[in-house]
């Protein structure tokens, strides 16, 4: 299918108390599709300023915070979600399984398998436009507690998303940069990259900006769940001979004890 060559426009809306979703749309033809769902309100009203009408929600997993509007939204749009996660999911017009690619206001997304969070959990990667949609996987400065997964397998999951261009927008589902970054200063502080992310996060929600999407190569440098492989933060974490799986166990259980 041939594909309009300009970038989608990414807008992000605020939602419930701390989470994110995500408006996509392709000028050309007036496509729009929305990942995730927290609530209806404020996406229709985005939808509603900018003269957009949706055609797609792309649903990343189960949770009620990321699926609760999509009844009151769907309205004739086609709604996009993990085949596995299908008995839990809102009712599905298009399953997709993780290695298959879906097209989307007429850009290929690639669908990555991102386990541990929940296992059905999966990512819309849209290397056209470099936007990766992760929610709860990947996170500003973080990622998402191991509600159902294992460690290993959301090592493994962040190693996927980690492998994607450093170029590429992390758009994640909540505004936690500030928690994650003072727990990242904990665990890993000499890092000066972390320490300057860290005072930029703090002055943006000062002025009450997001702190999402963000960069890729900025969590690859400063996120501490992206570097349990790094020697660095392993010795930093008296672990410097540990396999990186266990590594990332032991920061991730430190947040949660944080």
């Known amino acids: 299918m041939p594909q309009n060559d300009a ?20 000028a050309a033809t007036g496509r729009t599709a929305l ?40 309205d004739g749009a086609r709604v996009i979600g993990a085949r596995a996660d ?3 999911l809102p009712p599905l ?51 998402g507690r191991l509600f159902e997964g294992t460690a290993a397998q959301m090592w493994e999951s962040l190693r996927r998303l980690r492998a994607l261009p450093p170029e590429t927008i992390v758009c994640s589902g909540h505004e936690y940069t500030s928690g994650n970054a003072r727990f990242a200063l904990s665990v890993d502080g000499h890092n000066a990259a972390l320490r300057a992310r860290a005072e930029a996060v ?29 020697p660095a933060l392993k010795s930093a974490m008296g672990m410097p001979d540990r396999p990186d799986a266990e590594v990332f166990g032991a920061i991730r259980s430190a947040k949660d004890r944080f």
């Open 202 to 230: 703090r002055q943006a929600r000062e002025r009450g900006e997001p702190t999402v999407p963000s960069r890729l190569s900025d969590e690859i440098a400063t996120n501490p769940f992206l570097r349990a492989d790094d």
């Open 86 to 88: 299908a008995h839990r």
């Open 7 to 26: 970038p989608l426009t990414l807008v992000t809306v605020p939602c419930l108390q701390d989470n994110y979703a995500f408006l996509l749309h392709e």
């Open 35 to 74: 990942v995730d769902a927290p609530e209806a309100g404020p996406i229709r009203a985005e939808l509603e300023r900018r003269g957009w009408r949706l055609t797609d929600i792309l649903i990343t997993h189960h949770h009620a915070d990321h699926v609760d509007g999509v009844a009151g939204l769907r």
């Open 93 to 143: 017009d298009l399953l997709v399984s993780p290695g298959e690619t879906v097209t989307v206001c007429g850009e290929d997304a690639h669908v990555i398998d991102v386990p541990g969070h929940t296992i059905g959990h999966v990512a819309y990667h849209f290397p056209r436009s470099g936007i990766v949609f992760t929610a709860d996987s990947l996170m500003a400065l973080g990622c």
